[in-house]
């Protein structure tokens, strides 16, 4: 799926080049900073086009042949076999929003959120063939194995800390308490200090001998929304924002992801990106954008208080800073050195957040219940629905 597209004026086919047309081209991430390949786009527009057929009530475009055929070729993308343990989804550095060298490689939190989100709308809105039977059958194992892994494996908390600390290592046993053999050492100092006795969340990233504790707040809110995260992980996920509201929030909502890469870490992991400089762009700084996906989460758990303070924060100075990209600094005091103005998604992502405090129910386009991914494994809730051949699908650790 493109991650953007380009409108280009060209001559009509067969005129002498008075008459022209407008036609798109389309950016796969051959020309992009870099050549990244977007691997979110596809699955936002999966979760978009739920949300367009429950907001308008008009299901006609996810019903076209072309789209339910873009819808299956996305997840069967998503769900084919590759050289990996695990039911995350693994991908490039650079593969979502945050599109340069940042370290996030590997299993990155906010694909998997977007992942588990996509499998469930798209679920939802396939049309049931005999031929998506085997296709359906995938998509519920793969939630399965996706849930549990991301809520037993990434999330962290005080307990769940102090557990780390005492791992015993190179432990070879199917019982392996230690499954990814990380090693206590990993362990940041700053984690230690800023974990606060109420509260958790899920770490950016987890492969073998390695977990990246950094805070990713759209891959947490959004973990919040979809319910791949529990009840008891998403009011935990608030209280650490409520906790380290300065941190998180400060005077500009929302840091993208705490704390900053500095130093050595920073000249390794990024490569010296003079962009992603500490607490600037994507390495903590401050994106109004993800206002939006911040209120729906506090919409779902029932704490919109939290989200109107934020955004009362944001719009002390948005207007007056002409709607820019994104905010530098640790508590976001500036506007971003290379940030552009009056950029599209600040503006809707300030503008959507105060619709969805003054129309509440307007979250439930983007929000799946609990329910509805407790019960998505009910393979045979329809006894009328036809069932394909059983395939056979690679072994997954969960």
């Not at 380009?6 to 950016?27: A, F, N, Q, Y």
């Not at 705490?258 to 600037?280: C, V």
Request: hydrophobic letters at 40%; one cysteine or more.
């Amino acid at each position: 799926m493109p991650a953007s597209f380009k409108v280009r004026v060209v001559p009509c086919e067969g005129s002498d080049g008075s008459s022209t047309e407008e036609i798109l081209e389309p950016d796969f991430g051959e020309a992009a900073i870099g050549r990244v390949a977007p691997v979110d786009s596809g699955l936002w527009w999966i979760i978009l086009l739920r949300a367009y057929g429950l907001s308008t009530g008009d299901f006609s475009l996810q019903e076209r042949v072309d789209v339910q055929t873009g819808i299956r070729m996305v997840l069967k993308l998503c769900l084919t076999d590759e050289f990996d343990m695990f039911p995350t989804l693994l991908v490039t550095d650079g593969s979502c929003m945050i599109d340069r060298r940042m370290g996030i490689h590997g299993h990155p939190l906010e694909i998997q959120a977007l992942f588990f989100h996509a499998l469930l709308c798209g679920r939802e809105i396939m049309l049931r063939e005999d031929s998506g039977s085997d296709l359906i059958r995938e998509i519920d194992l793969r939630l399965l194995a996706l849930s549990f892994h991301i809520r037993e494996y990434y999330w962290i908390d005080l307990r769940k800390l102090n557990e780390i600390y005492r791992y015993k290592t190179e432990e070879y046993s199917f019982d392996a308490i230690n499954k990814f053999n990380i090693y206590p050492d990993q362990i940041s100092p700053w984690l230690v200090h800023w974990m606060p006795d109420q509260g958790g969340y899920l770490i950016g990233n987890l492969q073998p001998a390695h977990m990246d504790f950094r805070f990713f707040s759209l891959g947490n809110l959004w973990s919040i929304v979809s319910s791949l995260a529990t009840k008891e992980q998403s009011d935990g996920i608030l209280d650490l924002i409520e906790a380290r509201w300065c941190d998180l929030i400060g005077n500009m909502p929302f840091k993208i992801c705490f704390p900053a890469l500095e130093g050595e870490d920073w000249s390794i992991i990024t490569g010296r990106d003079p962009k992603n400089t500490p607490w600037s762009y994507h390495n903590g700084g401050s994106w109004p954008t993800l206002l939006w996906q911040f209120t729906t989460a506090c919409i779902k758990m029932g704490r919109p208080e939290l989200a109107s303070k934020a955004v009362e924060e944001a719009g002390k100075r948005l207007s007056k800073d002409r709607w820019p990209e994104y905010y530098d600094t640790r508590t976001g005091r500036f506007i971003g050195k290379q940030a552009r103005f009056y950029q599209t998604w600040s503006i809707a992502g300030y503008l959507v957040s105060k619709m969805l405090l003054e129309n509440p129910a307007g979250a439930k386009m983007l929000i799946s219940e609990q329910a509805d991914v407790v019960n998505f494994c009910l393979l045979e809730a329809n006894p009328g629905r036809k069932r394909g051949r059983k395939g056979k699908s690679a072994p997954i650790i969960v």
